[in-house]
C-alpha cells in the first residue's frame, strides 16, 4: 500500500475504515470474540485504534449504509442504565451473485456480503445452444433468481462467472471447445451489458478449486489440484493458497496431454463400438460404466483406457506442482471406481502421492467458486488489507 506519511491523511483514513470495517463484519462470525454486535469500547480494543478514530469511521460507515446501530440487548437498559452503543456490520447492504455457465445447465447462486448463500436458481440448456441463445438462458436464470429473492438489480455489487475454456483477464474466452460459439467469445463485455457492477469471468475448473478451498474438501490445505473430471478433464490448482492461473489462464488444462503422445482423443477412449463418443453425452458414458459393471469385456477395457488417461494426465500435474491434496470433481466422480485406482496409481508413478478426496460441493462446486470469485472482489473494495485468493496479478 506504500508508504504512510503524515502528508497522507486520505489514505491513512481508507486503511481506519478498513480496520473497523473488518472488525465488525468479523464479529458476525461464531469464533469471533466480539459480541455479534460490538460497542465503541470493543471496537476500540481489538483495532488498537483511538476512540475518537473509531467514533468517527463508524459514523462515516453509518453514512455510507454499510453499517447500522444495533438494538440493546434485551435487559441491558435495565441493569446499567443508557447501554452502550451497538453496532453491527449490515451484510444485506449488498448482494452478489456467481453463475455457472455450463453445457447442459445454467446455474446461479445469490449472497449477501457475509457469503452467505440465500438463493438459487438453475434453468436447462441444450448442449448445441448457440453463444446467444446461451447468454439469454443466463438472463433468465438471473431474472428468476432476481425476482424470487426480491433483490433490484442495482442492489448487486459484484457478479462472478464461471465457464470452461481458456479465460483472459476481460473476461473473452480465447479457447473454448465444450461450448458453440464459444472461441472468441467477448464473454465479460457481453453480460456486464446486464449488470451495474463489476463482472469477473473464470475458468470452471479454477471456480471449483476456490470453492473447495472456501467450503468444501479442501478447507485445510493450501496446495491443492482439484480435478474436473470427464472426458476431457480439466483442473484447477492452487499454489500457497492463491490460484495459479498460469502466464495466459492456460494452467491445467490436461484434457490435452494426449496430443504429445498422439493417443486415442478423449472421445475415442471410452468408445465401445469405433465411434467416437460425443464429449457432452453423460448418459453415454455412464453407460459404458454400467456395462463394464455388469461384465462386459468391450466396456471393462474401455473403462481401464479411460482409468489409464486420467491417471496419465492427474500425475503430469501432481509430478509438476506437488500438491497437498487432489480433489476430484465432475460428472466422472459420480461413477464407482474413479477414486480408489486413480489413488493406487498416484502412488506407483508420484515422488510423493497425495490425498486423493471427492469433491464436497459436487455440481455447485463451479458456481460456489465463481461466487466465491465475486466475494473476493467486493472484500477487496471494503476491507483492502491484503491480496485475495482469486485476485489477479
Known amino acids: ?118 438463493g438459487s436458481a438453475s434453468v436447462d440448456v441444450a448442449e448445441k445452444a448457440p453463444a446467444d441463445e446461451r447468454l439469454d438462458r443466463v438472463r433468465d436464470a438471473v431474472a ?30 480465447r479457447l473454448g471447445t465444450a461450448l458453440p460459439g464459444w472461441t472468441g467469445l467477448p464473454l465479460g463485455e457481453r453480460l456486464r451489458r446486464s449488470f451495474r457492477c463489476p463482472v469477473l469471468v473464470e475458468n470452471d475448473a479454477n471456480a471449483a478449486a476456490v470453492a473447495e478451498h472456501w467450503k468444501g474438501a479442501a478447507t485445510g490445505s493450501d496446495d491443492v489440484v482439484f480435478v474436473l473430471a470427464g472426458l476431457s478433464p480439466g483442473a484447477g490448482s492452487l499454489i500457497g493458497g492463491r490460484l495459479h492461473r498460469g502466464f495466459g489462464g492456460a494452467a491445467g488444462e490436461i484434457g490435452a496431454l494426449h496430443l504429445l503422445g498422439r493417443e486415442a482423443t478423449p472421445e475415442e477412449v471410452l468408445s465401445t463400438t469405433g465411434e467416437p463418443l460425443h464429449p457432452l453425452d453423460e448418459a453415454q458414458v455412464a453407460r459404458v460404466f454400467a456395462l463394464a459393471r455388469e461384465g462386459d469385456e468391450g466396456a471393462a477395457a474401455a473403462v481401464e483406457r479411460f482409468m489409464r488417461r486420467l491417471v496419465h494426465d492427474v500425475a503430469a500435474l501432481v509430478l509438476a506442482l506437488d500438491p497437498e491434496l487432489v480433489v476430484v470433481g465432475g460428472w466422472a466422480a459420480g461413477l464407482s471406481g474413479v477414486l480408489e485406482p486413480l489413488r493406487a496409481e498416484l502412488s506407483r508413478y508420484c515422488l510423493r502421492p497425495p490425498q486423493v478426496v471427492q469433491s464436497v460441493l459436487g455440481e455447485a462446486a463451479v458456481a460456489t467458486g465463481a461466487l466465491r470469485l465475486a466475494l473476493d472482489h467486493v472484500e477487496k473494495q471494503l476491507f483492502a488489507v491484503e491480496s485475495t485468493v482469486t485476485a489477479r496479478r
Open 144 to 173: 428468476d433468481l432476481l425476482a424470487r429473492s426480491g433483490v433490484p438489480r442495482s442492489g448487486l455489487r459484484a457478479v462472478g462467472v464461471a465457464t470452461p475454456g481458456i479465460v483472459e483477464a476481460d473476461g473473452t474466452v
Open 1 to 118: 500500500m506504500g508508504r504512510l506519511t503524515g502528508g497522507d491523511p486520505s489514505l491513512l483514513r481508507r486503511i481506519n475504515s478498513a480496520v473497523v470495517l473488518h472488525a465488525l463484519r468479523t464479529a458476525a462470525s461464531p469464533a469471533s470474540p466480539l459480541a455479534a454486535a460490538p460497542t465503541l469500547t470493543d471496537l476500540v480494543k481489538v483495532t488498537g485504534l483511538s476512540r475518537p478514530t473509531v467514533e468517527g469511521v463508524v459514523e462515516g460507515l453509518m453514512e455510507s449504509g454499510l453499517v447500522v446501530e444495533a438494538p440493546a440487548e434485551e435487559g441491558e437498559a435495565r441493569r446499567q442504565g443508557r447501554p452502550a452503543r451497538r453496532f453491527r456490520f449490515r451484510v444485506e447492504a449488498g448482494h452478489l451473485l456467481g453463475i455457472e455457465i455450463g453445457p447442459h445447465r445454467i446455474a446461479a447462486l445469490m449472497a449477501d456480503l457475509s457469503g452467505r448463500v440465500t
